[in-house]
């Protein structure tokens, strides 16, 4: 045996090759299989997917196609909030809010400091309908409003963080319970009592009879009182 056939058969016995046959003119020909020793036809081997064509990316793109996809997102984390699986919800309610960035964005104003829907609203021209810019504003506050519902669940809850989605809300929509109410959850653990308490009778405006707003107000009057005392105390 010559030692390229040696060679070869070491390859068959290591699961290299497939086959092996002879010519009267050259070395042993071979068929290499894929790595792993997985057969073409096999599920597991996946060959390089081809690049992405310029009009599917463009599609990815569309201002209607992001609209789909923000919206999506927000309802799995509408969902994952359900489950109670809040840190997956946080997520999905980030993912969904960059679409809508990425949407203004596509339909001409590249600040991402701005609120998608004020920027919806201020675009003249653009290939959404007013039903489709209703929903983007809608699912922008719902995913501001989960965002803050969903850090209050945390063990360690970022109560500055909570303030700012909350206000985000309010900013729009200045009677919205839920913003009203969690604002002054997350000023009274801040210790900010007084601003504490302007959001929270807002929110009790809204609903009277909530007891949660109700045991909220009665800490934080008793929280003021307190501190009134205790200033008045240290007067000399």
Request: charge should be positive; include cysteine; hydrophobic fraction near 30%.
């Amino acid at each position: 045996m010559s030692v390229e056939q040696g060679r070869f058969e070491g390859m068959i016995r290591k699961g290299n090759i497939t086959s092996i046959g002879s010519n009267s003119t050259g070395p042993p020909q071979c068929v290499v299989q894929p790595p792993g020793g997985w057969s073409r036809g096999d599920g597991r081997y996946q060959p390089h997917a081809p690049p992405q064509s310029g009009s599917m990316v463009k599609t990815q793109n569309e201002p209607a196609e992001l609209v789909k996809r923000a919206l999506d997102f927000k309802t799995q984390g509408t969902q994952c909030y359900k489950d109670k699986k809040y840190r997956e919800a946080i997520g999905k309610y980030h993912r969904a809010l960059l679409e809508m960035k990425g949407l203004c964005r596509v339909l001409g104003d590249p600040d991402t400091s701005k609120s998608p829907s004020s920027i919806l609203t201020s675009i003249s021209k653009s290939s959404l309908t007013e039903e489709q810019k209703g929903a983007v504003e809608n699912a922008e506050l719902e995913c501001y409003n989960s965002l803050a519902a969903c850090l209050l669940q945390m063990e360690l809850v970022n109560y500055e963080r909570v303030k700012e989605y909350c206000l985000k809300v309010l900013r729009k929509e200045g009677e919205n319970f839920k913003a009203l109410y969690r604002s002054g959850v997350a000023y009274y653990h801040l210790g900010d009592f007084q601003k504490a308490l302007h959001y929270l009778k807002e929110s009790h405006k809204q609903q009277p009879t909530d007891t949660n707003v109700i045991r909220y107000i009665q800490l934080t009057e008793m929280k003021i009182r307190r501190n009134a005392q205790r200033e008045k105390c240290e007067v000399p």
